[in-house]
């Protein structure tokens, strides 16, 4: 079955780490860029990060840059986010997602997994 | 940054009825614009891309329009299974940016 599967959300206090973890399966991850896509609770929808093929190119919205690291293991079918410096506003389920065509630009989110919440609270 | 308006912010209407939604963005995005749709508690859904094109396994009942600043989601008889939020999303210019969503609601 084709899915991503993410794993290591949790609450931790502003100013912590935290490392998500994203398991593919059912496809070849190795081909695909893959991102980052957060939603606080109640709200919408916001790109995080990104991370081609190859891991050759990485992007970070703003509001991340500096604190966030994109990572992957092709030979593990895996994707990270390393956390750190964590503030309330980062609060939100965190879902990993892949893109349908590996361009990055003209390209979309056709694969999500089900998401992990992560709480920053004192 | 790409800012996207959607509007409305609510939509009620009655299922077999046309539900028409609109996604303005404040540049040119080309057609580089998609669709999603989520239902509480889901991931979302990847409706539309490349503004018209539907993704596999969506309805024809869905369907998208427009160019470079002002697209169109289009369900032509609403489905109870419809009834969700929808999000526009630009993929022409980083950051990639998503609209603020579209509630569709059962009248």
């Known amino acids: 079955e084709v899915q991503l599967v993410e794993s290591g959300g949790g609450l931790v206090k502003p100013g912590g780490s935290l490392r998500l973890s994203c398991a593919a399966s059912g496809f070849t991850f190795s081909s695909y860029t893959m991102n980052w896509v957060r939603q606080a609770p109640g709200k919408g929808l916001e790109w995080v990060s990104s991370i081609s093929s190859g891991s050759s190119y990485i992007y970070y919205t703003d509001s991340v840059k500096g604190r966030i690291i994109i990572s992957r293991d092709n030979a593990k079918n895996s994707l990270y986010l390393q956390m750190n410096s964590l503030r309330a506003e980062d609060t939100a389920v965190y879902y990993c997602?892949?893109?349908?065509?590996?361009?990055?630009?003209?390209?979309?989110?056709?694969?999500w997994g089900r998401g992990t919440l992560v709480t920053v609270s004192s | 940054e790409i800012v996207l308006t959607q509007s409305p912010a609510t939509l009620s209407l009655s299922p077999g009825e046309r539900a028409t939604l609109s996604c303005r963005a404040s540049q040119s995005v080309s057609s580089y614009l998609a669709w999603y749709q989520q239902k509480p508690g889901q991931a979302p859904r990847l409706l539309i891309f490349?503004?018209?094109n539907r993704a596999t396994g969506i309805p024809a009942r869905f369907s998208g329009s427009g160019s470079e600043t002002d697209f169109t989601l289009t369900i032509s008889s609403l489905e109870p299974e419809d009834f969700a939020i929808y999000y526009c999303?630009?993929?022409?210019?980083?950051?990639?940016?998503f609209g603020q969503g579209t509630k569709v609601e059962i009248k």
């Open positions: 997602a892949r893109d349908q065509k590996g361009t990055m630009v003209a390209d979309y989110f056709d694969l």
């Open positions: 490349d503004a018209s």
């Open positions: 999303h630009q993929r022409s210019i980083w950051p990639w940016t």
